[in-house]
């Protein structure tokens, strides 16, 4: 199956950037969001996001100012925004990008179900709940896949497509293609906690944040011996604040859950999400946030 129109549900911390990757990719995109606010910072994300990256190709003189200016306004002007389901008649491919809560996502699902085509794919960006469940709650669990990007969306290329119990391999095919096509690279994985590259990461970082909280070492001399080691590009506190500490948290106590003591859920991150400061998107976590 070829995707001719996709949408995103969900204008947060990735909706914003996975449409504007899909609009980058030269196909129409609904962004949908509950209130109206959520959906313009979703659509402000993805100007700032394509602003940067033609800024960048004006600087290497592969393009003009005037040419950037022109791209900018294509590019942006194939996301639509909206608060309701209208312009989700045709589509060929959903993203959800709601918060990481199972509840929420089955009502999500069980609303697409009823205003897509029949034949659509039902995709979750969910980095660690299960497919199977959300595809419980609609009409065509063959049709719901994991199709999970990494932050920053815009610039990370790997997408996980994760296979439910019920989903089809013409849908794993057709996720697979899809990514191609939005310039990603696929990998196919089953269903398990954490799927593929989370159980990779939280499996070393979890050991960061161990000795974080057992030394009580300060997070931002951390995370500038793990960059400046050039294991990472930036630091795992960094990071998580960038990625959503709830979000993160979630993440860890599933792996913990499913796997043991050997995954690890920083005492501090916790104290953090109680607290209300989820990182980049509350202005505060283990950092300041503009």
């Known amino acids: 199956m070829f995707v001719f129109k996709a949408a995103v549900v969900g204008a947060g911390t990735m909706g914003g950037e996975i449409a504007q990757v899909v609009a980058s990719a030269g196909l129409p995109v609904v962004l949908k969001d509950v209130k109206q606010e959520l959906v313009d910072q979703g659509l402000e994300k993805a100007r700032q996001v394509t602003q940067g990256q033609l800024g960048g190709l004006v600087k290497k003189e592969k393009i003009t100012q005037e040419q950037a200016d022109a791209q900018l306004e294509e590019i942006v002007g194939r996301i639509a925004g909206t608060t309701e389901y209208e312009g989700f008649g045709d589509v060929d491919f959903v993203i959800e990008a709601v918060p990481e809560r199972m509840q929420v996502k089955q009502a999500v699902f069980a609303e697409l179900d009823e205003v897509t085509p029949g034949q659509a794919i039902l995709a979750s960006n969910t980095s660690s709940l299960s497919i199977t469940e959300m595809g419980e709650a609609t009409t065509r669990p063959h ?15 790997l997408i996980e497509v994760i296979e439910g119990d019920e989903t089809s ?115 505060k976590g283990f950092y300041e946030h503009g």
């Open 143 to 157: 049709k719901v896949v994991g199709f999970h990007f990494f932050y920053p969306a815009s610039t990370l290329r």
């Open 169 to 283: 391999e013409d849908t794993m095919q057709s996720a697979a293609n899809f990514a191609q096509q939005i310039r990603k690279q696929p990998i196919r994985c089953g269903e398990a906690p954490g799927f593929v590259v989370n159980r990779i990461l939280n499996s070393s970082v979890s050991e960061i944040w161990r000795v974080r909280d057992e030394e009580e070492l300060d997070v931002k001399d951390v995370d500038k011996v793990v960059q400046e080691s050039k294991a990472a590009p930036m630091g795992p506190f960094f990071l998580a604040d960038l990625v959503g500490l709830d979000t993160v948290v979630h993440v860890a106590e599933h792996l913990r859950d499913s796997f043991g003591d050997r995954f690890y859920v920083s005492s501090a991150m916790k104290e953090l999400v109680e607290a209300g400061n989820y990182g980049q998107k509350t202005g």
